[in-house]
């Protein structure tokens, strides 16, 4: 459930920037969002709107990340793992640990969530197919 003071939206800001930073420095990630990403600025605040609204219940975000991410061609379990790789990384580093650890809670959900979707709509799933956490 969202806790408005769970932390603030510096934290917030800070670790989408941080997070996304890393992505696109990734050798396997970062091609796959400079391509389908134009604005990177735009996105970065959809991004923030985004965990700020699960977060803090702010409810700034509107938007489909199931139909965006299942837009995208070839992605693997792998690369979702490899995107809660990147994502644990950044949250290690917060001093916030209650924010560390319902974000990570929630990073895992969306990422089992994501992948289940899009195996459903390129027919990709399969039994004993892989959650990516």
């Given at each position: 459930?969202?806790?408005?003071?769970?932390?603030?939206?510096?934290?917030?800001?800070?670790?989408?920037?941080?997070?996304?930073?890393?992505?696109?420095?990734?050798?396997?990630?970062?091609?796959?969002?400079?391509?389908?990403?134009?604005?990177?600025?735009?996105?970065?605040?959809?991004?923030?709107?985004?965990?700020?609204?699960?977060?803090?219940?702010?409810?700034r975000f509107s938007g489909s990340p199931m139909t965006k991410h299942a837009a995208l061609p070839d992605l693997t379990a792998d690369m979702f793992r490899r995107w809660l790789a990147i994502f644990h990384q950044c949250t290690a580093e917060l001093d916030n640990a209650a924010m560390r650890s319902e974000v990570e809670a929630m990073a895992g959900r969306i990422a089992n969530k994501l992948w289940a979707n899009y195996q459903g709509v390129h027919g990709t799933g399969h039994p004993g197919s892989h959650q990516p956490a």
């Open positions: 459930m969202p806790d408005p003071t769970l932390c603030t939206e510096q934290e917030i800001t800070g670790l989408v920037h941080q997070f996304y930073g890393r992505i696109r420095a990734d050798e396997t990630l970062g091609p796959i969002f400079e391509a389908s990403v134009d604005d990177w600025d735009a996105h970065l605040v959809l991004l923030v709107d985004f965990w700020s609204s699960l977060l803090r219940g702010t409810r």
